[in-house]
């Protein structure tokens, strides 16, 4: 099993539509959980961190469950500027606290 | 905020050249700084961990005599590429803890290298 797997996508969805992104790891001592956005050709940027409560951020919800090892990124009313590809990301805090990335999913919304 | 400044964005070599590529952490002090490297379509593999003042940590299957790294102060760590081939060719980039200190939650990326070897 993968350390993060993701959807493979890519997705494609109107303007405004409600796009979901699903993430599970396989390390139970991860400990910080994370979404990064990626544009092509270009850094990762953090999009938002993932509390195990859940947490908002404007049209972004993240949601984190430990039991299964699940982690997900709603994005509501989406916008043309969302396209991207979005990174799951967990950080296992140990002696080096080393990011693993997911592959990624491709966004791409259209007008 | 924290910014990592990476040099140079875009470099392309002759098979057997040696490339260097530079990190610096211009706000913040990073003791650490870890080094990506993505081929297309693929996820961010972390190849090694730059700490400064001490040798760096590589992962499993990267070679450490083929991808050197100094991390010579706070503020500086450097990958260089040796004897560099074209399944060298990649999007590297860097990342350091962004207050500088491991176990904190944000990381701050450069802006990466595409090495093109020809």
């Known amino acids: 099993r993968k350390e993060v797997e993701q959807d493979p996508g890519p997705f494609n969805v109107p303007e405004g539509a409600t796009v979901a992104f699903n993430c599970t790891y396989s390390?139970?001592?991860?400990?910080?959980f994370f979404w990064y956005r990626q544009d092509c050709r270009k850094e990762p940027k953090l999009l938002m961190s993932v509390y195990s409560s859940g947490n908002e951020d404007g049209r972004f919800t993240a949601q984190l469950n430990r039991a299964s090892q699940y982690i997900s990124l709603l994005i509501r009313d989406s916008k043309l500027s969302d396209s991207a590809t979005y990174l799951c990301?967990?950080?296992?805090?140990?002696?080096?606290?080393?990011?693993?990335f997911g592959k990624g999913t491709l966004l791409t919304v259209n007008p | 905020g924290a910014v990592v400044s990476q040099h140079p964005s875009r470099v392309i070599c002759k098979s057997g050249t040696s490339v260097k590529i530079e990190c610096r952490s211009l706000d913040f002090q990073a003791t650490t700084m870890f080094w990506y490297r993505q081929f297309p379509k693929q996820s961010l593999m972390l190849m090694a961990t730059s700490n400064e003042g001490s040798k760096a940590t590589y992962e499993q299957g990267v070679e450490k005599d083929k991808f050197l790294i100094n991390h010579a102060s706070l503020t500086l760590s450097t990958l260089t590429v040796t004897s560099a081939h074209p399944e060298d060719s990649s999007f590297y980039i860097c990342?350091?803890?962004?207050?500088?200190?491991?176990?904190?939650?944000?990381?701050?990326f450069g802006s990466g290298t595409r090495l093109t070897v020809v």
């Open positions: 990342s350091a803890p962004t207050t500088g200190v491991l176990g904190s939650d944000g990381y701050t």
């Open positions: 390390n139970s001592a991860s400990q910080s």
């Open positions: 990301v967990v950080n296992q805090r140990g002696s080096n606290y080393k990011l693993t």
